[in-house]
């Protein structure tokens, strides 16, 4: 049963839940008490501790995708495949999350919704590739062409995303580049808060992950004892 | 050496089927040509006399859908009378059916372009037979039938084929579209070529990569 699974132990998934709550709540403080106001915008900047970690999780699930899809081809077990599937989902989710609260933040700061900026518009084509991910898979009915055909959409798709991130950038930029190489250009205690927010989430997805990894083994559990009976 | 026959082969098979049928090439051309001429009306319209604005993205806007339309075809033909089955049982590589099937589908794309361009002079008034544009219709193009020839065989593997092709392809496409309509508008305005040569060499890495992408994973689509 081992063999077939990835981290199905609900040890780990009940600390994931109170690690995730804590710094969930730690982070919340952290947002809207802890973090001074910011110079020019005011209050309005705090969404950048919600919108930045969606984004982070949404690109890192999206990399599992990817790993998941290279992992299925090479070894061929269903863990895999069951892996991209559930951290694909939850990419979707966090991709919407941080393109509205980009644009929300986006209203009052550039006075507009939206613009055709270059993480702007590599985050929405990103959504639009794993949207697409997630009906393909809606789309195949036999199980190992359907783990199959996503891999390879999982890699192609994340191939693309630098090269849509290059083309879109050559146009010019209004994003507020917060972090260089040299200089990281926010005050100390925002980026604590920062930080606490970005490892909440992480903790968060993983819950998420594991959750829905173990929904999915359940359910075919469950094909598999219809089967039996019938 | 071997493969690339065998893949010419297949391109073969391809040319025959289509001048037997010519299916294919006609709805295509007709669609770029319709393409070219519902843009017209749409931007004309508002009232701007500027059509070089709006050509370059008009260009490529029916390039694309008619190409879509195609790539449909590619393995849809080959799924419904069987001849998938009949192509997987060829003593050849799989990647030499790859790449037969995208040099066929890179041979109709360049045909129906070269038959949509002259139409698109016309209607636009503009010089097309530059050797900048034509350039950059050939990245386009290869980095198009290089994917597009890996999407069209995993959409036909799907409930709702020809629905599934546009949205798989349209989102990974994006980089070709940019940088083909904005070198498309560079060559238009008539700004030097060296303006250009960012674009040119972003179409280039899309071509290579996507090109080893598709020819490494395309085994994986059509197993089983």
Redesign the interface.
Same mark, same amino acid.
């Given at each position: 049963m081992n063999r077939t699974r990835f981290l199905d132990s609900s040890r780990l998934t009940s600390a994931l839940f109170w690690l995730s709550l804590v710094g969930i709540v730690t982070g919340l403080y952290a947002a809207f008490i802890y973090a001074p106001n910011e110079k020019t915008m005011g209050v309005v900047y705090r969404i950048f501790y919600f919108h930045v970690p969606s984004a982070w999780v949404a690109f890192l699930s999206f990399l599992v995708v990817f790993v998941g899809g290279i992992m299925y081809l090479r070894t061929r077990e269903r863990r895999w495949d069951t892996l991209a599937l559930s951290s694909a989902e939850i990419g979707v989710v966090f991709c919407a999350i941080a393109l509205i609260t980009g644009s929300i933040w986006g209203k009052p700061a550039w006075g507009t919704w939206w613009t055709w900026e270059p993480r702007l518009t590599t985050t929405l084509v990103l959504w639009l590739i794993y949207a697409a991910y997630l009906m393909l898979r809606r789309m195949i009915e036999e199980e190992s062409q359907r783990a199959r055909v996503a891999a390879v959409f999982g890699i192609v798709g994340f191939v693309d995303v630098p090269i849509v991130f290059m083309s879109i950038r050559w146009w010019r930029t209004v994003h507020p580049i917060v972090f260089t190489i040299d200089e990281i250009r926010i005050a100390p205690s925002m980026l604590a808060a920062l930080l606490i927010a970005l490892v909440a989430f992480t903790l968060f997805y993983l819950y998420l992950l594991i959750q829905r990894i173990s929904l999915e083994n359940v359910g075919h559990e469950l094909e598999a004892l219809k089967q039996r009976v019938a | 050496m071997d493969g690339v026959k065998k893949a010419l082969w297949i391109v073969w098979k391809d040319v025959v089927c289509e001048l037997r049928t010519k299916e294919t090439l006609s709805s295509m051309f007709v669609f770029a040509l319709l393409a070219i001429v519902i843009f017209n009306f749409a931007f004309q319209l508002r009232g701007d006399e500027r059509v070089g604005l709006i050509a370059p993205g008009v260009l490529w806007v029916a390039f694309t859908f008619a190409g879509v339309l195609g790539l449909n075809r590619s393995f849809i033909k080959e799924k419904d009378h069987g001849c998938l089955e009949g192509l997987m049982l060829c003593p050849v590589d799989r990647s030499a059916i790859y790449a037969g099937k995208a040099l066929g589908n890179l041979a109709f794309m360049l045909l129906m372009e070269a038959i949509a361009l002259p139409m698109f002079a016309v209607f636009f008034n503009l010089p097309v037979l530059m050797p900048s544009l034509l350039l950059v219709i050939l990245l386009g193009t290869v980095g198009f039938a290089g $994917?597009g020839t =890996?999407f069209s065989a995993?959409s036909v593997?799907? /409930?709702?084929r020809e629905v599934?092709l546009p949205? =798989?392809f349209?989102? @990974?496409l994006?980089?070709i579209v940019?940088?083909a309509v /904005?070198s498309t508008a560079q060559i238009f305005d008539g700004v030097s070529f060296d303006q250009s040569m960012?674009?040119i060499n =972003?179409m280039l890495? +899309?071509d290579v990569? +996507?090109l080893v $992408?598709?020819f490494l994973?395309f085994e994986? @689509?059509v197993?089983?």
């Open positions: - | $994917v =890996l995993i593997n799907t /409930k709702a599934m949205i =798989l349209f989102p @990974v994006i980089p940019i940088a /904005k960012p674009w =972003l890495a +899309f990569i +996507f $992408v598709s994973s994986y @689509v197993e089983g």
